[in-house]
């Protein structure tokens, strides 16, 4: 978890209100991803962000909107919650240096549940 | 479309035992590939991570290897502890179109008994 923050940890909200996660990391990586985690299906990617201003889609995106305006910040925004988005979701980041010097951190997971 | 497959789903080991875990993967271009540990209620936690000349590669009781010629990885745990007790998740990076793009596996969860 060193790194990298994601806030809120817990949230619980009711299906049609819009939800924003936030993740914060210090390390100053390029890339950074969200991910769900649901059982049966291991991680899925949502979206990546390859620079600031820089994203792209993963292979879950429906639904989901997000946006770096900063190397530091990553956020996932829900636009109209739906019980299907009930899930854990984590943030990574990840350097670009490649081979076996590549750094990657995950942050420690924010459980939403939609109702 | 990439992928990578784990087996076995599932494990349980009486403690002090070794096991061996299973990695898959059909992912082009191939960039490196990492093994991750995810205790419960936890993000995952890098254990190994190999580039396509590195066929073997130990952290402390783990030790992974990699063939590149059959995209295979193992991940073999020695003298298993309660604490080993997590999610294994293997991880294959792409580098592709100037952007990292990580294909992960569903994981093998592992229970080592007293």
């Known amino acids: 978890d060193a790194g990298i923050t994601q806030s809120p940890r817990h949230k619980v909200t009711e299906t049609g209100t819009p939800v924003t996660l936030r993740c914060h990391q210090t390390e100053n990586h390029r890339y950074m991803y969200w991910y769900r985690q649901d059982p049966g299906h291991g991680l899925r990617l949502i979206h990546y962000s390859y620079g600031v201003k820089d994203t792209d889609k993963g292979e879950v995106s429906d639904g989901y909107s997000v946006s770096r305006s900063k190397t530091e910040d990553f956020l996932l925004t829900l636009e109209s919650a739906t019980s299907s988005q009930t899930s854990v979701y984590f943030c990574?980041?990840?350097?670009?240096?490649?081979?076996?010097?590549?750094?990657?951190?995950f942050g420690p997971g924010t459980r939403l549940t939609v109702l | 479309k990439n992928q990578v497959e784990q087996s076995p789903q599932s494990l349980i080991i009486l403690e002090g035992k070794n096991c061996t875990l299973q990695c898959n993967y059909t992912v082009s271009p191939f960039s490196n590939l990492r093994w991750y540990k995810q205790d419960t209620g936890r993000g995952p936690v890098s254990l190994t991570i190999?580039?396509?000349?590195?066929n073997t590669k130990s952290n402390g009781r783990y030790t992974a290897t990699l063939d590149a010629d059959t995209k295979q990885s193992s991940l073999h745990i020695t003298a298993s502890q309660l604490s080993d007790s997590a999610s294994y998740i293997c991880v294959v990076n792409s580098l592709s179109g100037g952007s990292y793009i990580p294909t992960f596996g569903r994981g093998t969860s592992l229970i080592v008994h007293p």
């Open positions: 990574a980041s990840l350097s670009e240096r490649g081979g076996t010097t590549d750094t990657q951190y």
């Open positions: 190999m580039t396509f000349s590195e």
